[in-house]
DNA sequence: ATGAAAGCGCTAACAC
DNA sequence: GTGTTAGCGCTTTCAT
C-alpha cells in the first residue's frame, strides 16, 4: 500500500538552512543554545514546510512522551464522559496529550491497557477501576516503578495511593436522609460490591442514614451488584421477588436507576408515583432538564480537573506525599431547584 | 527524577535464550522463518518476563502503527460518545487500538489534534468536523497523500470522500411531519450552520415536511447556528424576540433542545405544554425512560460500527471505490413506543 | 533456521 | 553557538 504525507524531517530543514539536524532541533525545542537569529530562521522554514515532529521518534528518544494515559471503565456513559472531557481539556490546557483508553469493566482489558500505556511510556496514569478489579499487584507494580499515578472516583483498596473522590458516604447519608425527612421509611438500596470503595461507602451512607433516624433495614430490599442498567434490572428483579416493595429506592449510579426503572415498568410499577429514585450521577450537565430521578449530583469537572493537577504535581514532583482530595456532591430534587447536600 | 519500569527488552530475552534478538522479534510475531520448537520457548520466556514490545520503537521501526485515529467534536455528549465506544470497540476486537481526540467545536484543535494523529503514524483516521470548519485544505492533504479517511456524521464538503451518515433529510421529515399530522402547523426550526451537511439535510427535512403539506413557513421562527446548549438557548430568544412564537420546534440535536428548555423555562414557556420539541440525538440507550422532548433516534452503534469496518477495508484495500453509507432513524414519541419514522 | 548490520527520526552528551 | 557521536528498541534486508 502506497503510503505516507512526504513527512519532512529535521534533516530537510537542516539541509535547506544549511546547519546540522541538532541546531534544528535545540532550535524548535526553544534551547538556550541557539542564537535569536537561527531559532527565527529555522521557526520560519519549519513553518513553511509545516514540519511535525515525529511522535514515535521524539518519545522513544526522549524516553518521555508529554502524554497521560486513562484507564477508564466506560466512556458512553454520563458520568465518565464528562470526566474524560474534564481530564481532556485540562491535559491539553497543559500541554499534555491524553490517550483514553475503556476497559468496559472487564479486568482483563483493563490490564492490557495498563501494559500498552506503559508502553507508550505515558509521563502519567489517571486510573478508575473497572468493577470487578480484584487483583492490584499491576497498581503495586506501577507504583513501585515511580510512575506518577491517581486513581480516580474508583480507588482498589491500596495503601497511600493518590487519589481524587467524592464525599460517597455524605452524599448517600443525604440521600436516603432526604427520604426519611420527607416520611418515606421503606427505602431499599441497590448497591455496589463492596470489593470497591464507592460501592462500600454509598452503603456506609445509606446505614448510616437508616440507623441515625432509627429506621430498620429490610435485608431483601438492599442488594448488592454491578454499576450499569443490567445490574439495576436485576437487583430490581430481586427485591420484587422478596414479596414485599419498598417506596423508594436509593441506587448507586444512574445506569443502575435505569435498569430499575426498565425492570419496575416491566412489572407495571410506576416511576416515581409508586417508587421514588435517587442515584448518584446525572444525565446532563444543566440540571433545569426535567428527571424522573433524583441526583445525588458529583462534580465531573472538578473531579477530572484535580485529578490532572494532581498528577502533574506528581509528575513535576511538587508533591510527594500522597494526597487524597474529596469532593463535595450536591442532592438534586427533580422538579425543584437544587439543594445543598445535608451531609451527616 | 526516577522512573521506567525495569523494562525487558527484546534483547534481554535474546541473551536468556542465548539468541539473537532478531530471533525472538521474529519467534513473537510468529514470523514463518523460525521454528515451532524456538517459537515456544521464546513465547514462554517473554510470558514470565512480561514481556511488552516498547510502542514507540515498534512503530518508528515498523513505519506503521495499527492505531486509527479519530477526531471528534465533543465527548461528554450522549451521541458521540456513544459513537466513540462504538468505535473503540470494534476497533479492539480487530486488533486495533484507537487515539481518541476531541476538538470541542474548535477547527484550530481539529487541525491540531490531524497533525498529531499523522506524527503517531496511523493507519487510518475516523473524523467527525467541527460546527466551525471551513477549511478543508488539512483533510485533501490526508486525502492526497492515502491516508485511509472515513467521515463519520459530521461531512465536509469533499468529492469522492468515504463518510458514515445517517438519513438527516429523512429523519428531520418524519420529525416534522409528525407534527403536522397532529395537527401542529405552528413550527419552527432551531438548525445548524448550513454549511456542513447535517445542517443543511435537516434543514432540508424541514422545508420539504413543510412544502409537502402546504404549511407555510414563518422564517421568523426559522434560525441557524451551532450544535451546542447555548446555540439553542441564542436560538429560542431570538425566536421569542420577534414576536411570536411556534407550538412546536424541530432542534438539530439533543443539547440545542437543552439550550431551547432552559431559555423557555426562563421565559415561563412549558415544555412540552406550550411548546413541543423534537430533536435529533438521544439521552440513553434505552428509550424507555421518558423524556420531555421526541427525538430521530440515530444508530450510533450501527454508524461506530461501520465506520470502523469501512475503514479496515480500505487500510487492507478491500476497496478502492469511496462508499457513502446511509443509515435510517427512527422517530420516539415521549410516552410511546418507538414508531418506525415515516421516511418521505 | 538464524543472525549481523543498518536504519527508523529524534534527543542527549560532549566536543569544538 | 554549533556540530559530532551515540544511542532509544525495534524491524528489515541480506548473509550465512
Not at 18 to 34: E, F, G
Not at 222 to 243: A, L
Not at 271 to 279: E, Y
Not at 295 to 304: A, H, I, R
Request: aromatic share 8%; charged share 20%.
Amino acid at each position: 500500500m502506497v503510503r505516507g504525507i512526504k513527512a519532512v524531517k529535521l534533516e530537510d530543514l537542516a539541509k535547506k538552512l544549511k546547519v546540522s539536524k541538532v541546531t534544528v532541533s535545540k532550535a524548535l525545542r526553544n534551547h538556550p543554545d541557539i542564537s535569536e537569529e537561527t531559532k527565527v530562521r529555522v521557526r520560519e522554514l519549519a513553518d513553511k514546510y509545516g514540519y511535525v515532529p515525529n511522535f514515535m521518534a521524539k518519545n522513544l528518544s526522549a524516553r518521555k512522551s508529554n502524554i497521560i494515559g486513562l484507564v477508564i471503565p466506560k466512556i458512553a456513559h454520563f458520568f465518565f464522559g464528562s470526566i474524560i472531557e474534564s481530564i481532556y481539556n485540562t491535559a491539553f490546557e497543559n500541554n499534555y496529550e491524553t490517550v483514553i483508553t475503556v476497559s468496559q469493566e472487564s479486568a482483563e482489558r483493563e490490564k492490557k491497557h495498563l501494559q500498552s500505556l506503559l508502553s507508550m511510556r505515558v509521563d502519567g496514569l489517571i486510573i478508575s477501576i473497572t468493577e470487578q478489579t480484584k487483583d492490584c499487584s499491576m497498581f503495586e507494580k506501577i507504583i513501585e516503578s515511580k510512575i506518577p499515578l491517581v486513581f480516580i472516583d474508583r480507588v482498589p483498596p491500596i495503601k497511600n495511593v493518590p487519589s481524587v473522590t467524592v464525599n460517597d458516604k455524605g452524599g448517600a447519608f443525604s440521600a436516603v436522609n432526604y427520604f426519611i425527612k420527607n416520611g418515606i421509611t421503606e427505602i431499599g438500596h441497590v448497591g455496589g460490591y463492596s470489593h470497591i470503595n464507592i460501592g462500600k461507602a454509598r452503603m456506609d451512607g445509606f446505614i448510616d442514614a437508616m440507623q441515625k433516624s432509627k429506621v430498620p433495614i429490610n435485608p431483601n430490599w438492599v442488594v448488592e451488584g454491578g454499576f450499569g442498567e443490567e445490574d439495576g434490572y436485576k437487583g430490581f428483579k430481586t427485591i420484587f421477588n422478596s414479596g414485599s416493595l419498598p417506596k423508594a429506592i436509593f441506587a448507586i449510579t444512574y445506569p443502575v436507576a435505569i435498569g430499575i426503572y426498565e425492570a419496575a415498568t416491566e412489572l407495571g410499577i410506576k416511576i416515581p408515583q409508586d417508587i421514588q429514585i435517587t442515584c448518584f450521577g446525572n444525565n446532563t450537565f444543566k440540571h433545569t432538564v426535567p428527571s424522573v430521578f433524583n441526583f445525588v449530583d458529583q462534580p465531573t469537572l472538578e473531579l477530572g480537573k484535580h485529578a490532572v493537577q494532581l498528577l502533574l504535581d506528581i509528575i513535576n514532583n511538587t508533591y510527594t506525599v500522597p494526597r487524597n482530595i474529596e469532593l463535595n456532591t450536591r442532592l438534586l430534587i427533580k422538579g425543584k431547584e437544587s439543594l445543598s447536600g445535608l451531609v451527616a
